[in-house]
C-alpha cells in the first residue's frame, strides 16, 4: 500500500505541473524599409516590416495591425507635430505562414516634400509604428489594451534640387538600396492567460535584442516589394490586397490607408 506521504507528494507535484504556465512566446518585428539612411524622393516610396513568428500571432486570435505615420522633425530635433502620411499594415492570421512575413505599403514622398517644402539639408522625418490587437476590448473584455509595441526610426529625403544645392551627389540612396538584413524593432512577449487562454497577457521587452537576420531580403523579395509598393499607389487603388514574402512562404497581407489623428506619440523617443 503506497504511504500516506508520498501520495500527497505524487498529487502535489500533479497539481505543481498543471499550474506551470507554459513558456512565452514571442513576436519580432524588425523595419526592412526605410533605414536610418539618406534618401532621393521618389514617387513610391516603400514602408516596410517584418513579423517574425507569426503562428503565436494566430493562436491568439486577435486581430493584429501595425500602425505607421511619418511626422517631420526640423534639424532633426524638434518635432513637427503633423503627419505627413499614415496607413495601416494588417496581419492575417487565415494562413499557415509559420516563419516570417514582410507587411507592404507605400507613400509619394515626392508630393509631401513639394506640398511642405522640405529641402532642409539637416531636416529628417520619423516613422512612427504601432503594433496593435484592435478588438481585444471585444475580444477579452475589461479595459482595452491592444497597443503591444510601438517604436520609431529617423530617416531622410531630398531633392535633386537639394541635392544638387547641397553636393550631395553619390551620397543619397534609392528605395531599391535595401539591405539585405532588416533593423531589430521589438520583441513583444504573449505570456499565458489561463482564465482566457485566447487573450494572453502581451508586453513589448526592452533592452533585447531580436534576430532580424533570420529574414532574408533577397533580390526576389525586393523585386516583389517594390511592385506592392508601386501598385499601391497607382491611380485605379484603393485599399489594395498585396501578397506578403515570406521566408516560410507566401501569404496574403492587406495594406488599408487611413488617416490617423496628429499626434506626437513618440516625440521623446531619441534615436
Same mark, same amino acid.
Given at each position: 500500500?503506497?504511504?500516506?506521504?508520498?501520495?500527497?507528494?505524487?498529487?502535489?507535484?500533479?497539481? /505543481?505541473?498543471?499550474?506551470?504556465?507554459?513558456?512565452?512566446?514571442?513576436?519580432?518585428?524588425?523595419?526592412?524599409?526605410?533605414?536610418?539612411?539618406?534618401?532621393?524622393?521618389?514617387?513610391?516610396?516603400?514602408?516596410?516590416?517584418?513579423?517574425?513568428?507569426?503562428?503565436?500571432?494566430?493562436?491568439?486570435?486577435? =486581430?493584429?495591425?501595425?500602425?505607421?505615420?511619418?511626422?517631420?522633425?526640423?534639424?532633426?530635433?524638434?518635432?513637427?507635430?503633423?503627419?505627413? =502620411?499614415?496607413?495601416?499594415?494588417?496581419?492575417?492570421?487565415?494562413?499557415?505562414?509559420?516563419?516570417?512575413?514582410?507587411?507592404?505599403?507605400?507613400?509619394?514622398?515626392?508630393?509631401?516634400? @513639394?506640398?511642405? @517644402?522640405?529641402?532642409?539639408?539637416?531636416?529628417?522625418?520619423?516613422?512612427?509604428?504601432?503594433?496593435?490587437?484592435?478588438?481585444?476590448?471585444? @475580444?477579452?473584455?475589461?479595459?482595452?489594451?491592444?497597443?503591444?509595441?510601438?517604436?520609431?526610426?529617423?530617416?531622410?529625403?531630398?531633392?535633386?534640387?537639394?541635392?544638387?544645392?547641397?553636393?550631395?551627389?553619390?551620397?543619397?540612396?534609392?528605395? =531599391?538600396?535595401?539591405?539585405?538584413?532588416?533593423?531589430?524593432?521589438?520583441?513583444?512577449?504573449?505570456?499565458?492567460?489561463?482564465?482566457?487562454?485566447?487573450?494572453?497577457?502581451?508586453?513589448?521587452?526592452?533592452?533585447?535584442?531580436?534576430?532580424?537576420?533570420?529574414?532574408?531580403? =533577397?533580390?526576389?523579395?525586393?523585386?516583389?516589394?517594390?511592385?506592392?509598393?508601386?501598385?499601391?499607389?497607382?491611380?485605379?487603388?484603393?485599399?489594395?490586397?498585396?501578397? /506578403?514574402? /515570406?521566408?516560410?512562404?507566401?501569404?496574403?497581407?492587406?495594406?488599408?490607408?487611413?488617416?490617423?489623428?496628429?499626434?506626437?506619440?513618440?516625440?521623446?523617443?531619441?534615436?
Amino acid at each position: 500500500m503506497r504511504h500516506p506521504f508520498w501520495a500527497a507528494a505524487a498529487l502535489a507535484l500533479a497539481v /505543481s505541473a498543471q499550474q506551470t504556465p507554459t513558456t512565452a512566446q514571442h513576436v519580432e518585428i524588425d523595419i526592412v524599409f526605410p533605414r536610418n539612411e539618406t534618401y532621393r524622393d521618389t514617387d513610391v516610396f516603400p514602408i516596410v516590416m517584418a513579423v517574425q513568428n507569426i503562428s503565436t500571432i494566430r493562436e491568439t486570435k486577435g =486581430d493584429y495591425q501595425i500602425f505607421w505615420d511619418i511626422m517631420p522633425y526640423s534639424d532633426g530635433l524638434i518635432p513637427g507635430g503633423i503627419l505627413y =502620411d499614415s496607413g495601416t499594415l494588417q496581419i492575417l492570421t487565415n494562413n499557415t505562414i509559420t516563419g516570417s512575413t514582410f507587411l507592404v505599403a507605400a507613400t509619394n514622398a515626392t508630393k509631401w516634400l @513639394r506640398e511642405n @517644402r522640405s529641402t532642409g539639408r539637416f531636416d529628417r522625418f520619423m516613422l512612427q509604428w504601432y503594433f496593435e490587437d484592435s478588438d481585444r476590448e471585444e @475580444r477579452c473584455g475589461g479595459p482595452r489594451n491592444g497597443n503591444a509595441g510601438r517604436g520609431g526610426l529617423m530617416f531622410n529625403i531630398q531633392t535633386a534640387y537639394a541635392e544638387d544645392l547641397y553636393g550631395l551627389e553619390g551620397m543619397l540612396l534609392d528605395v =531599391d538600396d535595401i539591405p539585405e538584413c532588416p533593423q531589430f524593432a521589438a520583441l513583444v512577449e504573449s505570456g499565458q492567460n489561463a482564465t482566457n487562454p485566447e487573450c494572453p497577457t502581451q508586453k513589448q521587452l526592452e533592452g533585447v535584442q531580436g534576430n532580424p537576420c533570420a529574414v532574408k531580403v =533577397d533580390q526576389a523579395a525586393i523585386t516583389s516589394i517594390l511592385s506592392q509598393a508601386s501598385s499601391l499607389l497607382a491611380p485605379t487603388s484603393t485599399a489594395t490586397s498585396s501578397t /506578403s514574402t /515570406s521566408s516560410a512562404g507566401v501569404g496574403p497581407a492587406r495594406t488599408v490607408q487611413t488617416a490617423l489623428a496628429a499626434a506626437c506619440v513618440l516625440c521623446g523617443l531619441a534615436l
